[in-house]
């Protein structure tokens, strides 16, 4: 059987639909990335890790302006077809939503790890909140396995984030970069490095 990783992508959120919209209506649009094609190492970790792994990656509802509830709907969706010893990966919002999902809900199946890239800890790096997934006071993600990684030069995520995080997770692992920003890269070297190694 196969090993399987699950990676829940990041997303905005807003307090507001005025607010969303404005934000639509004042993004920049960078069209280099959309005739590139690039992607960031989400799709890249099923090449990477080869046929005995599993890499399943979710499209959760309306990223842009993600609210807790429709995520949860949909990601429930996916658990009758994970196994016992599935790997989750949350990048950025997906961090802070698999933080707050797991220390609520019961997860029935036997998680072998969870790996948070860039999470937010309840605020963004200009001090916005992350309103409806804003973690409860008490965390705990079901597993023995913690790997928290995050940049000092996160322009999304602050690094005050980690911090947070090591307090409420202390036995988790952190890796800390200087120079990834909020891990928008198409490689990510050290969390394949890391998915391999917890078999040894």
């Keep these: 059987m196969k090993k399987q990783v699950v990676v829940i992508h990041g997303g905005d959120t807003f307090e507001s ?16 990335r959309y005739k590139s094609g690039k992607t960031d ?12 792994y599993e ?14 509830s429709e995520w949860k709907i949909w990601f429930e969706k996916f658990l009758p077809f994970l196994n016992d010893g599935v790997i989750l990966i949350g990048h950025s919002l997906g961090g802070a939503f698999l933080v707050k999902y797991l220390s609520e809900n019961y997860f029935s199946k036997k998680i072998k790890a969870v790996f948070l890239v860039s999470a937010v800890y ?46 409420a997770l202390p036995k988790a692992e952190t890796r800390i ?16 490095e890391d998915i391999l190694n917890l078999d040894n």
């Excluded at 890499?55 to 807790?68: E, K």
Aim: net charge negative; glycine share 2%.
């Design 17 to 32: 639909y005025e607010e969303y919209l404005n934000f639509l209506c004042n993004y920049e649009i960078d069209i280099e």
């Design 177 to 192: 970069f200087e120079d990834r920003g909020h891990f928008n890269q198409e490689e990510f070297l050290e969390l394949v």
């Design 41 to 52: 190492w989400k799709p890249w970790l099923r090449q990477k890790l080869g046929s005995d």
């Design 55 to 68: 890499v399943i990656l979710p499209v959760l509802p309306n990223r842009t302006n993600a609210q807790f």
């Design 122 to 167: 309840n605020k963004d790096s200009e001090g916005y909140p992350v309103l409806s997934f804003s973690l409860p006071k008490k965390l705990t993600l079901q597993t023995e396995n913690t790997m928290i990684y995050h940049s000092i030069d996160d322009p999304v995520a602050p690094f005050a984030s980690l911090k947070q995080y090591k307090k």
